[in-house]
């Protein structure tokens, strides 16, 4: 038997499902971040670190991700509050299942280029999951090479306008790909709310 072959339908939904964990995980973290932190300049300034495991591998999506809920918090009053408070910043499930539905919909209409457009334009936290989880499993399967060190939101348009769509059942295949993991992703994200 060949160890190679990949199981597609598995790999879909290992993607869709960590688009919901990674950023379960990343406002743990977050939280972590907020009480180790005097301000927010303070908190501006720490990066994503985690420790082996499952975790090593995203790390390098970790500041990306990281970064926008940063930006949400808006002055040091925002981040005092949350400093004294009990209660965390929440993962909002409902909203990243709303968003997967509506990429799954332009996914689908228009393509996965113009899927990719829009996640670009929207750069809220659900449309940075599903980029960062796009990027991920169109490397592991082998249908583009991405450095990720540099302007994500730049080196995949650029990697998918020379690399998936320069070939038609290139194209369709990964259509058919980010279809299956933004499936399993809205079932995760509909799980979770019922946790």
């Excluded at 688009?19 to 180790?36: D, G």
């Excluded at 004294?84 to 799954?104: G, H, M, Q, V, Y």
């Amino acid at each position: 038997m060949n160890n190679n072959v990949t199981n597609l339908d598995k790999t879909c939904a290992e993607f869709g499902i960590d688009l919901l964990e990674f950023f379960k995980k990343t406002y743990e973290k977050i939280n972590e971040l907020i009480k180790s932190c005097r301000n927010l300049s303070d908190l501006r300034t720490k990066s994503y670190k985690e420790n082996g495991g499952e975790n090593k591998k995203l790390e390098e999506f970790g500041n990306y991700s990281l970064g926008i809920i940063k930006d949400s918090l808006k002055n040091d009053n925002d981040f005092n509050k949350l400093k004294k408070k009990d209660k965390p910043l929440n993962f909002d499930s409902k909203s990243f299942e709303t968003e997967i539905t509506k990429a799954l919909g332009i996914l689908v209409e228009d393509g996965p280029f113009a899927y990719l457009i829009w996640l670009k334009s929207e750069d809220k936290e659900p449309h940075r999951a599903m980029l960062i989880q796009t990027a991920r499993i169109l490397q592991k399967l082998k249908l583009m090479e991405i450095d990720t060190s540099d302007d994500l939101k730049e080196k995949i348009e650029f990697s998918f306008l020379n690399e998936i769509t320069s070939d038609l059942t290139k194209t369709l295949f990964t259509k058919t790909i980010l279809e299956k993991m933004l499936i399993y992703a809205r079932y995760k994200a509909k799980a979770i709310q019922h946790e």
